[in-house]
């Protein structure tokens, strides 16, 4: 007997509180998933980073990141450093793995959004080789159908694959809908999936909406198969990032820029970073940089 296709629904609806971010009085942080992993698998953290610079004064710098993957979508602005920047609807998946030092630097005046999230790595990778993958704005693939719109940085929706490689199965998608415009696209049935509003609002299935800054939680299925979810446009039209990923199923430890399972591997994250044995992101050789 076939899975039935699930039709998904929205099961909860959250408002993340704006605070002030630790970049100062222009840095306003919003964190969308934080400290719920058990729910969210394999989605660890989600921050909305909004920074309106009017000083020349630099911010931001190296730090480092192991045992999981870092995932950027700029939505406005520019950011990085001579070495690599990242310009408005560009995209990058940073595979941390075993240990990685990044750089995020913003120079000058700066009108600046990020969303930066935290994708766990399936245990079996956990200390994989570092690499990074870059997917530029102009080479996302995107669908353009009755008033929607479907950039797809990561898996398939729409019809169009990303060529972003993945450890972890996950599909990353920022789908704007003018007025009225209705979709109706396909998921795994396993994936755990949200919705970000960015922009203006939208209806979610037959009953569902969700406005700018809110984030729907879709229910799922244990079974293996298909699922789909419906969204429309509403009066102004909306925005949403779309996150959908394979749950991994395993207890992580989280603790300042580091992921592992055991707490004696984030102490000898610690031990490898002060005494320098974890190298650059721009020091990695060309088998470990994607651009696509």
């Not at 989600?46 to 020349?56: I, R, V």
């Not at 008033?147 to 797809?152: D, N, P, S, T």
């Not at 939208?202 to 244990?222: E, M, N, P, Y």
């Not at 004696?264 to 031990?271: F, K, M, T, V």
Request: proline share 7%.
């Amino acid at each position: 007997m076939e899975t039935p296709i699930l039709n998904r629904k929205l099961v909860k609806v959250q408002a993340p509180r704006a605070n002030q971010g630790f970049l100062g009085p222009d840095h306003i942080a919003r964190a969308v998933i934080q400290n719920d992993f058990s729910n969210s698998d394999p989605f660890i953290i989600l921050m909305d980073d909004f920074l309106d610079k009017k000083d020349n004064e630099p911010v931001g710098g190296p730090h480092p990141h192991a045992g999981f993957e870092t995932v950027s979508l700029l939505i406005e602005g520019e950011v990085g450093d001579s070495a690599h920047t990242m310009k408005s609807g560009d995209f990058q998946m940073m595979t941390a793995g075993s240990g990685i030092v990044h750089t995020e630097t913003i120079e000058g005046e700066s009108k600046m959004r990020l969303l930066q999230m935290w994708l766990n790595l399936p245990k079996k990778d956990r200390w994989i080789t570092p690499r990074v993958q870059d997917l530029p704005f102009s080479n996302v693939p995107k669908v353009y159908e009755n008033g929607v719109e479907i950039r797809v940085y990561s898996g398939t929706l729409g019809g169009v694959t990303s060529p972003v490689k993945n450890h972890t199965p996950v599909v990353i998608a920022d789908m704007i809908l003018q007025p009225g415009a209705k979709t109706t696209q396909k998921l795994p049935a396993t994936f755990n999936a949200f919705l970000y509003v960015i922009e203006g609002s939208l209806g979610v299935g037959d009953a569902g909406a969700l406005s700018d800054g809110q984030i729907g939680w879709f229910d799922r299925l244990d079974e293996e198969g298909e699922s789909t979810f419906s969204l429309s446009g509403g009066s102004s039209g909306g925005r949403a990032i779309l996150y959908a990923g394979q749950p991994q199923n395993d207890p992580i430890v989280s603790y300042g820029p580091f992921i592992a399972d055991k707490d004696e591997e984030i102490r000898n994250l610690y031990r490898d970073y002060r005494s320098g044995k974890i190298g650059h992101v721009s020091d990695l050789p060309e088998e470990q940089r994607f651009r696509y």
